[in-house]
């Protein structure tokens, strides 16, 4: 590595010499610039500081990644709010639909557990009722067996 030298990504350093990324791994790999990984295995590309681009061109700066709109800033600030009203309003629907669904749904659990207590009594009905056969079924066979004798004997 020369003092000279830039560290530049492999990225950078393709942008620098006016070249792919592809052909700046070939020529890291055929040993035609020097290179290293750093310990989080990043790869750096050593470039003297004074190259020229491919075409002999000095290598020209990024231009930026963000070009501003040329709508001017109230405009911009009036559809701002329009979108934050209607996404306010949006959200008031929603909570409005979700207050509806909780309502319904109380009632769904009420009337369930209104089903719930006549289906109890029911089945309470209908043990009591099988009791009440069992005994008068015990009383009959008493009967039966002879177990009240007539009044005359």
């Known amino acids: 590595m020369n003092q000279d030298s830039n560290r530049l990504s492999v990225t ?3 942008l ?21 990984r750093d ?3 990043k790869g750096w ?11 002999g061109v000095p290598p020209q700066p990024k231009p930026p990644s963000f070009q501003p709109q040329s709508a001017p ?12 009203e209607r996404l306010w309003e949006t959200l008031r629907d929603r909570d409005g639909l979700i207050r509806e669904l909780i309502d319904r749904l109380s009632n769904v659990h009420l009337a369930t557990s209104q089903n719930d207590r006549v289906l109890l009594q029911r089945d309470d009905a209908r043990e009591q009722l099988h009791n009440l056969k069992q005994l008068v079924a015990k009383m009959l066979d008493r009967l039966g067996q002879g177990a009240v004798k007539p009044d005359g004997e």
């Open 39 to 41: 310990n989080t295995g």
């Open 16 to 36: 620098r010499l006016g070249v792919s990324v592809d052909t700046v791994r070939r020529r890291l790999k055929n040993h035609e610039i020097e290179g290293q």
């Open 73 to 84: 800033r109230s405009d911009l600030l009036d559809h701002l709010l329009r979108e934050n």
């Open 45 to 55: 590309v050593f470039i003297p500081a004074n190259t020229e681009t491919e075409a």
């Open 12 to 14: 950078d350093a393709a």
